[in-house]
């Protein structure tokens, strides 16, 4: 058996873009001979893999899921090229499998979603089954995982949009039909209106300053005295905050009542207290 070289390693990387130990192994089967190597690597669907991740994959689909006891929550989203695979049962069910594995190691980021696996296969040679199956550039983008007293979830257009909300919840049980029912029209809330923050409190100190600066600046334009201006510009954004913040916004479902009277009318239904922590959106194309 001819003797490989981490030479030929390299030169077999930068000729097909796979990684260090599928080159050596690829070698080692054609006994040195780098374009049979090169061969075998396309012949298994690696090399090919490489070369359709240079093709753009802008659609596919979110998973969004919660655990049974309704306190931990994970949002994945898996990117592909087509439409006509993101809508794919086979190609769906990848993307269930990467999010069940996600809730099981509560991973926060991407790398470590790949690192992980159910027993059976990584994440990362699910997405590589995956890209063999399909056909098409699968591209993990984006993995979130929450903890919480209370975690719902909602999922919109069969998967374009996936949203995660969290609560606190003094007497309240998370697992309740009446929980869950207002758990997923906060979320659904989160999904149609794409709120900024879910409090006031949680709108980044930047995006208060740019929008204020804005206002003043539109304020300004009137030629009223100072004073009028200053409480012009608050007053936009105060209508900001009902706008940009969730619990503040009007309810989708009932524009009379807010995100937070609606909170407070379940609360007191159910004898207890809620108050929306939080929330993750994922959305193709964001």
Do not use: W
């Amino acid at each position: 058996m001819a003797e490989v070289s981490a030479s030929m390693v390299k030169e077999l990387r930068e000729m097909t873009g796979v990684g260090i130990l599928e080159c050596k192994n690829a070698l080692a089967e054609a006994e040195g001979d780098l374009n049979r190597a090169a061969d075998i690597l396309r012949e298994q669907g690696i090399a090919k893999q490489i070369k359709k991740a240079e093709r753009a994959a802008n659609e596919g689909t979110v998973v969004a899921l919660v655990s049974d006891d309704c306190k931990s929550g994970t949002v994945i989203q898996l990117n592909c090229e087509t439409d006509f695979v993101a809508i794919n049962e086979k190609f769906k069910a990848y993307a269930e499998r990467i999010a069940q594995i996600a809730l099981a190691n509560k991973c926060a980021d991407v790398d470590s979603l790949k690192a992980a696996g159910d027993g059976s296969e990584t994440v990362e040679e699910i997405i590589t089954d995956c890209v063999r199956v399909m056909g098409e550039n699968t591209q993990l983008t984006k993995v979130a995982s929450v903890d919480a007293d209370g975690v719902c979830a909602y999922i919109h257009a069969g998967g374009k949009i996936g949203v995660l909300v969290t609560f606190e919840l003094e007497g309240i049980d998370p697992g309740s039909d009446a929980f869950t029912t207002y758990g997923r029209d906060v979320a659904m809330q989160v999904a149609a209106m794409s709120p900024v923050a879910a409090n006031r409190e949680n709108v980044p100190a930047d995006v208060v300053e740019h929008e204020l600066e804005i206002y003043k600046a539109q304020a300004a334009e009137s030629g009223k005295p100072e004073e009028i201006q200053q409480k012009m510009a608050e007053g936009r954004l105060e209508k900001f905050y009902k706008e940009s913040c969730l619990t503040e916004q009007e309810f989708v479902k009932n524009p009379d009542m807010t995100i937070k009277s609606y909170t407070e009318q379940i609360a007191q239904n159910m004898g207890g207290k809620i108050k929306v922590v939080d929330f993750i959106r994922f959305a193709l194309g964001e």
